[in-house]
C-alpha cells in the first residue's frame, strides 16, 4: 500500500522559513514525478512545486526564488524548503506523487504564516 506521510508544517512568522519533508512507502520512488499542493480553505488546490526523477523542478511563479524543492531517493523522501514566507503562503500543504499516471496524496500539513 503506498502512503505518503508529511511532517514538519506549523506557524511561522512573516519572512520566517519552514522545511516540509514527505516519507513515501510502498512503491519503487526513483521513478516518480513528486510534488507539493496547497490548499486554502474555499480555494482550490494548486501546485507549488514538482520534481521529476531527473530532478528536473517547476515552481508556481509565486514561490520562484523562495521555496525549493529536493528529494533524495536513497531514503525516499521529497522535501520543500520554504523561506521568506508570506501570509498568503498559509494553507495546508500535501505532498504528492504520479507514478506512471496512478496519483496519490499525502494527509497533509498545516502552514500558518502570521504577518
Known amino acids: 500500500q503506498v502512503q505518503l506521510v508529511e511532517s514538519g508544517g506549523g506557524l511561522v512568522q512573516a519572512g520566517g522559513s519552514l522545511r516540509l519533508s514527505c516519507a513515501v512507502s510502498?512503491?519503487?520512488?526513483?521513478?516518480?514525478?513528486l510534488g507539493w499542493f496547497r490548499q486554502d480553505p474555499g480555494k482550490q488546490r494548486e501546485s507549488v512545486a514538482t520534481?521529476?526523477?531527473?530532478?528536473?523542478?517547476n515552481y508556481r511563479n509565486s514561490v520562484k526564488g523562495r521555496f525549493t524543492i529536493s528529494r533524495d531517493n536513497a531514503n525516499n523522501t521529497v522535501a520543500l524548503h520554504m523561506n521568506s514566507l508570506r501570509p498568503e503562503d498559509t494553507a495546508v500543504y500535501y505532498c504528492?506523487?504520479?507514478?506512471?499516471?496512478?496519483?496519490?496524496w499525502g494527509q497533509g500539513t498545516q502552514v500558518t504564516v502570521s504577518s
Open positions: 504528492w506523487m504520479n507514478d506512471r499516471g496512478d496519483v496519490y
Open positions: 510502498g512503491r519503487i520512488f526513483s521513478g516518480t514525478t
Open positions: 520534481i521529476t526523477s531527473r530532478g528536473s523542478t
